[in-house]
């Protein structure tokens, strides 16, 4: 006779089963923290904007539209997974990034950063931040 028993074939079913239940939460995981540095990387670029808007008119107030990225990732594609935010002031700014769609479940929460460059999150800021 050849071909499997059943019971070799219940115990490789097991096996993928088990190797899923590890490396799929693994996997969402590494794609939450990569859409979380998207928008990191996102915040540092608008500050930076506003930071040169800032030395050319000496006021964070009436920032022009599009100055600033309003969502995370800034591309074309249809997906946001955050919404970025802007408050302003003459002289003090936040920029603020909520989460969005698929990353409503981040233990993050919003990530937030200053004029002062004083950021903030839910969490550690060496987890969030990096």
């Known amino acids: ?4 028993s059943l019971v070799e074939l219940m115990i490789v079913v097991a096996i993928v089963a088990i190797l899923a239940a590890i490396a799929v939460p693994s996997y ?12 990191v990387s996102v915040l540092l670029q ?7 808007y800032y030395s050319k008119n000496y006021s964070y107030a009436d ?3 599009g100055t600033v ?5 800034n591309d074309a594609g249809t997906d946001t997974y955050y919404s970025i935010a802007l408050a302003s002031g003459a002289t003090n700014f936040t ?9 409503v479940g981040d233990p993050c929460g919003a990530l937030t950063i200053n ?12 987890l969030c931040w990096r």
């Open 1 to 4: 006779m050849r071909g499997f």
């Open 28 to 39: 969402q995981n590494q794609v939450r923290d990569a859409r979380r540095a998207d928008a």
């Open 46 to 52: 608008s500050r930076q904007l506003l930071e040169r």
């Open 63 to 65: 920032v022009p539209a």
């Open 69 to 73: 990225a309003t969502k995370s990732p």
């Open 95 to 103: 920029l603020t990034a909520t989460p969005q769609g698929g990353q």
């Open 115 to 126: 004029q002062a460059g004083v950021k903030t999150s839910v969490l550690s800021l060496d």
